[in-house]
């Protein structure tokens, strides 16, 4: 992990219909496209909304699925993302 994603820290996150986007407390703004991460791009609009912001990144407890800021910061996709 580099430095700055030591120091960063997600402020808000949202799900829109074609985005995952988090604000950064510093004021940045990261913007990944669902296909990016299979298992929001198949769940359902009340399902993407239910999600928990921790230290370390995202986490949607009726997904199952976590998405880390170190690597939202590093432009990783999930291993499963569509091309």
Same mark, same amino acid.
Request: include cysteine; hydrophobic fraction near 35%; proline fraction near 5%.
């Given at each position: ?22 604000? $950064? ?8 496209? %669902? ?6 791009? !198949?769940? +359902? ?17 009726? $997904? ?8 939202? %910061? ?6 499963? !993302?569509? +091309?």
């Amino acid at each position: 992990m580099d430095i700055d994603s030591q120091r960063a820290k997600i402020g808000t996150a949202r799900v829109t219909d074609t985005h995952l986007v988090v604000g $950064l407390e510093d004021g940045r703004q990261i913007m990944s496209p %669902l296909n990016c991460y299979p298992r929001l791009i !198949a769940a +359902s609009a009340a399902e993407r909304q239910d999600f928990e912001i921790s230290p370390f990144g995202i986490h949607w407890p009726t $997904l199952d699925e976590d998405i880390g800021l170190s690597g939202m %910061l590093r432009d990783q996709r999930s291993q499963n !993302a569509v +091309s």
